[in-house]
């Protein structure tokens, strides 16, 4: 008897402990509504002076028994919440990473004799002109390692034609254009090798504590035309405008095809490719779709292939109302309420050749996916019970600039009032340009683009910006 005595003493002390790290975690987290906080804040110290009392106070050994068993279970209880708590924090401590990898190449003729970036000392590299101030960083650090001659391009098709011919020893270009070109002229990817790959780090702007806000907001979702890690820069081939109204508890998820002819912002003369925007970086893409929606965008997720398929796969897939039959790669994607993996989402989110409608099926095909993400993560409960692992496995599936003190608002106020969201979806239409078009980051080159409607384009804008004033109105 003695000994439980003891034993329930120093547990009920350990417990106190384990209590006030519970509570001390949880209002630090910052996710739990106010009124759930004095519920939990009372229900800890009614149990913590329950046990403390009775431990010392409790002399028959049946009950000394209960309580033991009591204060572990309550105990245990506590270590899991803590825990909950830790996976959220640290969730939440990596989602504000706003760093963009830029990757670059040495390319040189395929048979000649150059086979790493030392061998051309001495010799000329080819520079295309339309760059960012990257670009130029990293021909610093080519000019650190050797001496070149560079010789500036304003024509791709030139760049090529000089390289193969041997008029440049090499050429110096971004990842994205290299693909472009790797896609675009069987010449340069049969006739060409890289010889060195560079990349620089680009830290993006961060919100300021002034900047950080709760409301009616857009959030421009790209996902980027690669695999591996999230912050290499790419092709934006998915840019979704989400318009979110917290005060109506409305979603508006507003497609642009990538293929989209825009004015890139800061840029005159050409026009490009809305995906092209990704070359230069997340801020590109959004100050083009601001300048083309005349809309504000304050924050980003960016997103990959990769991003698609893991989280498709980390929530046990996803349920979609498709509309259109077609036969995939991988399996046959029937008319009507499907269900899909990771891979087959990523498949059915990029099939445009088969889509009625091109580009403009395959974006809505994209919002029905992002639709079936926030319906299943909002409505399985068999999702709570892998909560941590999910949490862990989200970490690397995207980048934004979203502050954590926002989203924790969004997350509270829900939680408070458990509103159901409607969710409704908008498209820029467009038609494909009689003849293929030169474009502002490949110029010589013509490719196909979409000629945007301008009615579609102000019927978005404009339903953007009332659900955005819409709330303003109701606040006021």
């Not at 105990?75 to 899991?80: K, P």
């Not at 969730?91 to 395929?110: A, G, Q, R």
């Not at 083009?288 to 929606?293: A, G, K, R, S, W």
């Not at 009615?455 to 109701?474: F, H, M, P």
């Amino acid at each position: 008897m003695r000994v439980f005595k003891y034993i329930n003493r120093v547990l009920s002390i350990v417990l106190d402990i384990v209590f006030i790290l519970l509570l001390i975690s949880v209002y630090r987290m910052g996710l739990i509504p106010v009124k759930y906080l004095v519920i939990l804040s009372v229900l800890v110290v009614v149990l913590g002076v329950f046990f403390t009392i009775f431990s010392f106070k409790v002399k028959r050994l049946v009950l000394s028994i209960i309580l033991l068993v009591f204060m572990l279970l309550f105990g245990t209880l506590s270590f899991i919440g803590i825990y909950y708590v830790w996976t959220t924090n640290s969730f939440f401590d990596t989602i504000e990473e706003v760093n963009e990898k830029k990757i670059y190449y040495v390319v040189v003729k395929k048979d000649s004799k150059y086979k790493e970036l030392d061998d051309l000392e001495d010799k000329t590299m080819a520079i295309f002109e339309r760059q960012s101030n990257n670009y130029k960083k990293v021909l610093e650090e080519v000019r650190d390692s050797i001496t070149i001659h560079d010789k500036e391009y304003t024509n791709m098709n030139t760049i090529v034609k000089d390289l193969l011919n041997g008029d440049v020893d090499s050429l110096l270009i971004n990842s994205t254009n290299k693909e472009i070109l790797d896609e675009n002229m069987d010449s340069f990817q049969s006739n060409t090798r890289v010889i060195a790959e560079l990349s620089i780090d680009v830290i993006q702007k961060k919100e300021t504590e002034e900047e950080k806000k709760y409301g009616p907001m857009n959030i421009l979702i790209s996902g980027i035309d690669t695999n591996g890690h999230i912050d290499s820069v790419s092709r934006s081939d998915v840019n979704i405008v989400v318009t979110i109204n917290p005060y109506t508890h409305e979603v508006l998820l507003t497609n642009i095809p990538r293929d989209m002819y825009v004015q890139l912002h800061g840029t005159t003369g050409l026009k490009d490719k809305l995906t092209h925007a990704g070359i230069y970086g997340i801020d590109m893409s959004i100050n083009t779709i601001e300048d083309f929606l005349e809309i504000d965008i304050p924050y980003y997720i960016r997103v990959n292939f990769d991003s698609v398929i893991k989280l498709v796969d980390t929530i046990n897939g996803i349920d979609v109302n498709n509309d259109v039959a077609f036969q995939g790669s991988t399996r046959y994607f029937e008319k009507g309420m499907i269900h899909l993996n990771g891979k087959e989402a990523l498949e059915y989110a990029r099939e445009r050749k088969k889509m009625p409608n091109g580009d403009n099926t395959r974006g809505e095909h994209q919002e029905r996916i992002i639709e079936a993400i926030i319906t299943k993560i909002s409505s399985s409960r068999e999702l709570l019970k892998d909560y941590g692992n999910i949490l862990d496995d989200l970490k690397d599936l995207f980048q934004t600039n979203i502050p954590t003190d926002t989203i924790k608002k969004y997350v509270r106020d829900q939680i408070d009032t458990m509103s159901k969201w409607s969710v409704y979806r908008e498209a820029v239409t467009g038609t494909a340009a009689s003849t293929y078009m030169e474009t502002y980051s490949m110029p010589g080159m013509k490719l196909y683009v979409t000629i945007p409607d301008e009615e579609s384009r102000k019927d978005a804008s404009n339903r953007i910006n009332e659900l955005l004033e819409k709330v303003s109105n109701e606040k006021d």
